[in-house]
């Protein structure tokens, strides 16, 4: 077969020519243009964003506010604590060796677990991270592995960086607590520890920019209610780092804004000397014999309040057993964490004061008069204190069985007799409440006890309020709704008839646990049973008998100051309500209890106190508490201040928590030598000073300015 030869098409050889050209040029024309869209038209942004890359974000963290008294003594101030931080960018680029060299170089000078080091770096949220020590902030930002470093230790961390590549040291705020007269505080102070992840959220997404992963909130007391104030706003500082770590230094900084000073209505001498008080009640008693057990007082816990009776701000408050609120400060340790929440340490964190829930025993009288004289009782009504009174199948009996014959409410309040007040409630309840199955049965006594605000929270300025709990009718029916189920299983389980107290109350309970009985109501005529109160309740209803039947919202703060003295918000008292009463019975009652510390229960306590020129009215307390000893309650007033003492397992109110309330009310009016009488002059809010006045960073109040008040 003869070969056949194919020239080429010189035309199409020349157009495949033509378009590679075409395609050549294209591609170089697009290069050219992004070229020059890259160095020309937005180098200037990218070189910034090249530059920004070598620039780490540090935060910093304000001063925290102070939190003054009411003469701007400091209870709360600040320290400086250098602070430790590692950068994670830095340690994400290291190989793992380096990386762990220079954490255990960092563990070593901090002086802390290198496990422990390593954990802080861990961010929250990925593999291997430890609740609580993991980091819940930006991962951008230097997470602080150390705090309370030495300085020396900080200086030389800071000069060597070449040897710690990616950390950083520099000095922060954190709390201190200055102690002012040896003063604790804690339950009314509160404490701060770390932000969680959620509340960082959560602050985000409001674009809060007062928190950051490194911030510290208020979780309890002052510190949490007026946190908004006290924490201020975090600054900022631009760290040049290079490719390696190594800190070449400030690029420019936003100065933190430091929060506002909190000025408190607490005297930190009357402070103390409650304090002091309360101790030696509770020591006292426990070295005294208990008649009744035949071994001494437990005395495991207490409380005290001194309120001012016009305006229900809080002069002092305590609560036994305490802790340290420093101890929180930089973190707590999970074993000392436990131990504040321990039953056998007495839970600590507990305060007595406003959230503990006590039977108020005789403290319960005067109120309870107040409503017996508002219905149908009158001030000459005269009922017998007799030894004891027979209330269906139980026997009531007064104290020490004493008898005293036929007696006023007057004279009644300031015995304390028991068989008296019976009669009282016993009568209300043959008059509207002998259907025991009716809970819409009025009753004086619980409308009465409700207008004093019992049953309800008061307030309070500081979180974790207890309420209390009136035991009327509705609340019997509820609670045998809830309980039966429980207690009628351990009555059918009883095949043997078991006739201890427990069987015997599970039995009733279950049978008719839902009805209210005439001897509720002779309980609850005085304070006993299922009625309980917390000392700042009973505080602030004193506080109405003594101001003519006003109730006031307690208050410990009364004003937010700036940093450099200028009045953020003036916090005046809140008025909540009146109680519901003909002003002669409350003047009634308030003349009866002036008779308590002169011819009455604590007439052997005040024994040479000028009841005549510092006229104290009260009441004792001593509340039965079934396989404990009685509380011992002392509840008094004038028409300045309010003092509520009360200190479990302790006995008789005049016994244990009468000598010391005696003591709290000589310091207050300057008697027999100890005096911390407030000064109402220097307490912003009030008409003198004029102008507010200017807090050091110590929290004492600054001289005035050359031409100021002298």
């Not at 900022?236 to 290079?242: A, C, P, Q, S």
């Not at 016993?426 to 259907?435: A, E, I, V």
């Not at 809970?439 to 004093?452: E, G, H, Q, W, Y």
Request: charged share 20%; glycine share 10%; net charge positive.
């Amino acid at each position: 077969m003869a070969a056949v030869l194919i020239r080429p098409n010189p035309t199409k050889s020349r157009l495949r020519l033509f378009v590679m050209q075409v395609l050549m040029l294209s591609l170089f024309l697009t290069l050219f243009a992004r070229l020059w869209y890259l160095q020309v038209l937005t180098g200037e942004e990218y070189q910034a964003k090249a530059a920004e890359q070598s620039v780490r974000d540090v935060v910093v963290q304000p001063a925290r506010g102070l939190i003054v008294d009411a003469q701007g003594r400091s209870l709360v101030a600040n320290r400086t604590s250098w602070v430790v931080s590692v950068d994670r960018t830095v340690l994400a680029k290291m190989a793992d060796d380096d990386r762990e060299t220079l954490l255990r170089k960092v563990a070593k000078a901090v002086d802390a677990p290198y496990d422990d080091v390593v954990a802080r770096t861990v961010l929250c949220g990925t593999d291997g991270a430890v609740k609580g020590t993991c980091w819940n902030g930006s991962p951008f930002q230097p997470i602080p592995v150390a705090q309370d470093v030495p300085q020396q230790v900080a200086v030389k961390i800071s000069e060597q960086g070449e040897d710690y590549p990616g950390v950083l040291a520099q000095a922060e705020s954190v709390r201190a607590y200055p102690s002012p007269f040896g003063i604790n505080a804690a339950g009314v102070l509160g404490y701060l520890s770390p932000i969680t992840g959620d509340e960082l959220e959560e602050a985000e997404k409001s674009d809060d920019t007062s928190v950051n992963g490194a911030s510290v909130v208020g979780r309890a007391g002052l510190e949490k209610t007026y946190d908004q104030y006290l924490r201020g706003t975090p600054g900022t500082t631009k760290v040049g780092v290079d490719s390696d770590g190594h800190v070449l230094g400030n690029t420019g900084t936003i100065a933190a804004e430091p929060g506002d000073t909190l000025v408190t209505s607490i005297d930190a001498k009357v402070q103390s000397l409650a304090e002091k008080e309360l101790h030696e009640a509770i020591t006292t008693a426990r070295k005294t014999y208990d008649p009744v057990t035949h071994k001494n007082y437990v005395a495991d816990s207490g409380a005290v309040v001194v309120m001012d009776a016009k305006t229900g701000n809080v002069v002092a408050m305590a609560s036994q057993p305490t802790y340290d609120p420093g101890a929180w400060v930089g973190g707590i340790s999970a074993k000392q964490l436990k131990k504040l929440y321990s039953k056998k340490a007495g839970e600590p964190l507990l305060s007595r004061a406003t959230q503990g829930q006590f039977a108020p025993g005789s403290t319960w009288k005067p109120l309870m008069t107040v409503g017996a004289l508002n219905n149908g009782y009158g001030e000459d009504t005269r009922l017998n204190c007799s030894s004891g009174l027979q209330v269906g199948n139980r026997w009531f009996k007064n104290y020490e069985s004493a008898s005293y014959g036929s007696i006023d409410f007057a004279r009644a309040l300031q015995i304390s007799c028991d068989t008296f007040f019976y009669r009282v409630g016993l009568g209300y309840w043959n008059k509207y409440g002998s259907d025991a199955s009716n809970v819409k049965a009025k009753d004086p006594l619980v409308s009465i006890a409700k207008s004093f605000g019992f049953g309800t929270k008061t307030g309070l300025d500081i979180p974790g309020e207890a309420s209390g709990r009136i035991a009327d009718r509705k609340w019997k029916l509820e609670y045998w709704n809830a309980m039966k189920g429980y207690y009628c299983k351990i009555d059918k389980r009883n095949k043997t008839g078991k006739r201890d107290f427990l069987h015997v109350f599970a039995h009733e309970f279950c049978v008719e646990g839902n009805k209210y009985r005439a001897t509720d109501s002779v309980n609850y005529a005085i304070g006993q049973g299922d009625t309980i109160v917390t000392p700042i309740q009973l505080a602030r209803a004193y506080a109405a008998l003594s101001n003519g039947g006003t109730l006031y919202a307690p208050r410990i703060a009364k004003a937010v100051v700036s940093a450099d003295g200028k009045l953020v918000k003036r916090i005046a008292p809140v008025v909540q309500g009146h109680v519901k009463s003909k002003k002669s019975a409350l003047k009634y009652v308030d003349e009866a209890l002036k008779g308590t510390p002169k011819v009455g229960t604590l007439a052997w306590k005040f024994v040479g106190f000028p009841l005549d020129k510092v006229q104290v009215r009260g009441k004792t307390g001593s509340a039965e508490v079934y396989g404990k000893q009685s509380t011992s309650w002392v509840a008094t007033y004038t028409k300045d201040y309010v003092v509520v003492m009360m200190v479990t397992q302790a006995g008789t109110g005049s016994g244990t928590s009468g000598p010391a309330v005696r003591k709290i009310w000589e310091g207050l009016y300057g008697i027999d030598g100890e005096d911390v009488r407030p000064s109402r002059a220097a307490v912003p809010g009030t008409t003198s000073p004029k102008k507010l006045p200017v807090f050091g960073a110590d929290g004492s109040i600054m001289p005035p300015a050359r031409g100021g008040r002298k």
